[in-house]
């Protein structure tokens, strides 16, 4: 496993639908308390599917081989990635990727060759790193 020093280009990821769930529960909220939050909250939980467990934070990091995802934590001032690794694949399995920006957030995609592919929301602050992941992958 390379070092995570090694890599291409990295960014920190959430798993999909983390920021829309986030927002619904607010909306809810202010539009109709509890009831409101609950039927936001499940709307928004029907998102894509993702590798990174709901409530989680990863770091995907492209290396010249492979694409690894590491879990990663909350830190303090900013996340911190572990050694820990929730999936990888190799690079030349990847068929596209690609970034849709939303406001404050974006959606980043990764397609590969078999079909299957890997979505993520991306908070405003990790944008410009995964546009340098979405460029190293081209």
Do not use: N
């Not at 934070?57 to 492209?62: E, T």
């Not at 970034?99 to 957030?105: A, F, V």
């Amino acid at each position: 496993m390379p070092s995570i020093e090694s890599a291409v280009a990295c960014t920190y990821v959430e798993p999909r639908g983390a920021i829309r769930s986030v927002i619904a529960k607010t909306v809810g909220r202010e539009l109709g308390g509890a009831v409101g939050q609950m039927v936001a909250g499940s709307a928004a939980e029907q998102a894509d599917a993702s590798p990174v467990q709901k409530g989680k934070i990863a770091f995907l990091a492209v290396f010249p081989d492979e694409l690894v995802l590491f879990a990663g934590k909350r830190g303090a001032f900013k996340p911190k990635p572990t050694e820990d690794v929730i999936a990888s694949a190799p690079r030349a399995s990847v068929a596209s990727a690609g970034l849709e920006r939303k406001g404050l957030s974006g959606a980043l995609t990764i397609a590969f060759a078999d079909g299957a592919s890997w979505a993520f929301d991306m908070p405003k602050v990790h944008l410009k790193t995964a546009e340098q992941v979405v460029q190293a992958l081209a």
